[in-house]
């Protein structure tokens, strides 16, 4: 059961475009939504998160938009450039402020071509 | 600040053989974490320590698989025998108290079961 769902494995974008990747999920008791970018040969590093009690979260050149009722959020880049290429997870928490698990989304490559 | 720490960081083993894999966390770091990321998914959380106990062991495989956390702070995880179903990356991740959620991430130990 795939409580979190990344429908696109991967995204190729220009350089200077808004770059947006999508992550669904399936709980409506998920208290709390990350995003971690993975580099090749390195473990994923923390990028954004947003509470569920919020519906936008932004830091510099990336935003997180949270839809309850659709229970899909995106993580908005603008503007992407190179150094951005990397697999993008999204992740979810019950229980956040317990130490809840993360669950994560299979993870969409991200290409930012100059 | 140095980051979380694992060795080796690739393995080669025959099935039924048996591996062990080792994880220093961040100083200070109450929570560690072992995932498991197998290709083209999401890490999936396989157990779970505070300190040196147990929080949540329910995805861990334990008839083949063992974890413990001595002295709370360095970890290892080990597989016996290994399956070929066991090819994945096994990352370490850990957390202080406060911000359970934004979790660190070492780079990972990349296992292949032939």
């Known amino acids: 059961d795939q409580q979190v769902k990344q429908n696109s494995p991967s995204l190729s974008v220009q350089e200077g475009r808004i770059s947006i990747l999508n992550c669904d999920y399936t709980n409506s008791m998920f208290d709390y939504f990350l995003w971690y970018k993975k580099y090749p040969a390195e473990g994923p590093t923390f990028l954004i998160s947003i509470s569920s009690i919020k519906d936008k979260n932004e830091d510099g050149r990336f935003t997180v938009f949270l839809n309850k009722s659709a229970k899909h959020l995106s993580l908005h880049i603008v503007p992407p450039q190179p150094g951005d290429s990397a697999v993008y997870f999204c992740?979810?928490?019950?229980?956040?402020?317990?130490?809840?698990?993360?669950?994560f989304g299979q993870g969409t490559e991200l290409s930012v071509k100059p | 600040e140095a980051g979380v720490a694992q060795s080796p960081r690739y393995k080669i083993i025959e099935k039924r053989q048996s591996v062990a894999f080792w994880c220093n966390p961040i100083?200070?770091?109450?929570?560690l974490y072992w995932y498991q990321q197998i290709l083209g998914q999401g890490p999936k959380l396989l157990i779970q320590f505070q300190n040196n106990g147990v929080v949540d062991d329910s995805q861990l495989p334990k008839d083949r698989f063992s974890a413990e956390r001595l002295k709370g702070v360095d970890s290892t995880l080990k597989i016996q025998p290994a399956k070929l179903e066991d090819s994945a990356v096994y990352l370490c991740?850990?957390?202080?108290?406060?911000?359970?959620?934004?979790?660190?991430f070492g780079p990972g130990t990349r296992l292949t079961v032939l």
């Open positions: 100083s200070g770091h109450a929570t």
């Open positions: 991740a850990s957390s202080s108290p406060g911000s359970y959620n934004e979790q660190f």
């Open positions: 992740a979810a928490s019950l229980f956040y402020n317990q130490g809840g698990k993360l669950i």
